[in-house]
């Protein structure tokens, strides 16, 4: 059902033991599901990502109990700080054991801006500014598509 994220682990325990446990969390997993929406909407393409990497080391020092390390301590702020502007509504819905995300508003909390990114409005988004940008990020695609065929002809 719902939230079954974690039925039937097998974990590794901090003292080094396996162990097996079932887990249920129906309202955390709708919870997370939406803040999550909520953050693609707020949170900085680069902030998600270093927090996505974080997020493995908070888990695993909340998990060993080191709720007042000064990593934990650390982290926490850390994440604290990635959440500032992470606030709005989300409306989901929930069919046959899963979590629909079916919008979400931030206010002036989100990073969306319509105008900034239409093509066709005055002042927004310009394509023929990508050129030089689309040729840069391309160089090391070429390069491997040369060597490739290199390598292919011989």
């Not at 988004?125 to 695609?141: A, V």
């Amino acid at each position: 059902g719902l939230g079954d994220v974690y039925k039937r682990q097998v974990e590794n325990r901090f003292v080094g033991m396996k162990s097996r446990g079932c887990y249920e969390t129906p309202a955390g997993t709708i919870l997370y599901s939406a803040k999550l929406d909520l953050e693609m909407l707020c949170m900085d393409r680069e902030v998600m990502r270093i927090r996505d990497q974080l997020s493995l080391k908070y888990a695993e020092l909340v998990y060993n109990g080191y709720w007042y390390s000064p990593e934990w301590q650390f982290l926490s702020d850390t994440m604290a700080l990635t959440q500032q502007n992470v606030t709005g509504e989300a409306a989901i819905r929930l069919h046959k054991a899963n979590v629909l995300n079916r919008g979400r508003s931030a206010g002036v909390h989100s990073l969306y801006n319509e105008d900034l990114v239409s093509m066709d409005m005055l002042g927004g988004f310009d394509p023929t500014m990508s050129t030089g940008f689309i040729n840069t990020l391309s160089t090391r695609i070429k390069a491997s598509k040369a060597r490739d065929a290199k390598v292919d002809s011989q």
